[in-house]
Nanobody
Framework: QVQLVESGGGLVQAGGSLRLSCAAS????????MGWFRQAPGKEREFVAT????????YYKDSVKGRFTISRDNAKNTVYLQIASLQPEDTAVYYC????????????????????WGQGTQVTVSS
């Protein structure tokens, strides 16, 4: 089992940037494929980005490519989401998630593909 705690959210003006962090504790972090999701008020939780166990492979939602960068530091048990050029439509609660299934190059974009979730961090972008 793994516990996940997100941080780094906040209120930012459009065009600004943020780096979200997700710290993991428990079972070996490098065993997990990691993902970032977000949920805006009144909307379903949606996939944003995922990274394989070793960090060798990443995959993004089409609409965030070029602005969002997922990375991980297995020595620090942390996954990051760097967000550039923030837009009001990026306003949401951002969640990280962990998936034990799959191999070293496995990535996962489905909500139901993840076993463990953090509590989320709020990102609010003002226009």
């Amino acid at each position: 089992q793994v516990q996940l705690v997100e941080s780094g959210g906040g209120l930012v003006q459009a065009g600004g940037s943020l780096r979200l962090s997700c710290a993991a504790s428990g079972r070996t972090f490098s065993s997990y494929t990691m993902g970032w999701f977000r949920q805006a008020p009144g909307k379903e939780r949606e996939f944003v980005a995922t990274i394989s166990r070793s960090g060798a492979r990443t995959y993004y939602k089409d609409s965030v490519k070029g602005r969002f960068t997922i990375s991980r530091d297995n020595a620090k048990n942390t996954v990051y989401l760097q967000i550039a050029s923030l837009q009001p439509e990026d306003t949401a609660v951002y969640y990280c998630a962990a998936d034990l299934a799959g191999g070293n190059y496995y990535v996962e974009s489905r909500v139901r593909g993840y076993e463990y979730w953090g509590q989320g961090t709020q990102v609010t972008v003002s226009s």
